[in-house]
């Protein structure tokens, strides 16, 4: 066989193996590309804190100070009145139905979040 022959014969081959190996390697980055979302996701709305209304956080707890907040329970839990807790260490307040209101030992109650915001606190994330 004449060396041209041989050559072409080689080339053709070599040109198919690369086409088919082409072929396989796009079609696996199809099958395996993860689709696109048609809209980015929505975080949840945060729950809104309930407002107690003045009068009755003054007239249940009378050792409620100036800056609207009282000492909470002795167990740590806040009163009927003032429903929100806030930690002095973190200066994060919590609203009843957060993620960490249940386990969160308050070091003073608010009977708003406004007053909780007002007196230097942010609300939590969750």
């Known amino acids: 066989m004449p060396a041209i022959s041989i050559a072409l014969r080689r080339t053709f081959l070599l040109l198919t193996i690369a086409v088919a190996v082409a072929a396989t390697a796009s079609w696996w980055r199809r099958r395996s590309a993860t689709p696109t979302p ?73 009977a708003t979040a406004a007053a909780a915001e007002a007196d230097g606190y942010r609300q939590s994330k969750t």
Not at 65 to 74: E, L, Y
Request: proline residues 15%.
């Open 38 to 110: 048609t809209a980015p996701p929505e975080w949840p709305r945060l729950p809104t804190v309930p407002d107690v209304p003045a009068s009755a956080a003054t007239e249940t707890r009378p050792d409620a100070t100036a800056t609207g907040w009282v000492a909470p329970d002795a167990d740590g839990s806040a009163p009927a009145s003032h429903p929100i807790k806030a930690k002095e260490s973190s200066g994060i307040f919590h609203v009843p139905g957060g993620r960490f209101y249940d386990r969160t030992k308050a070091d003073r109650c608010y």
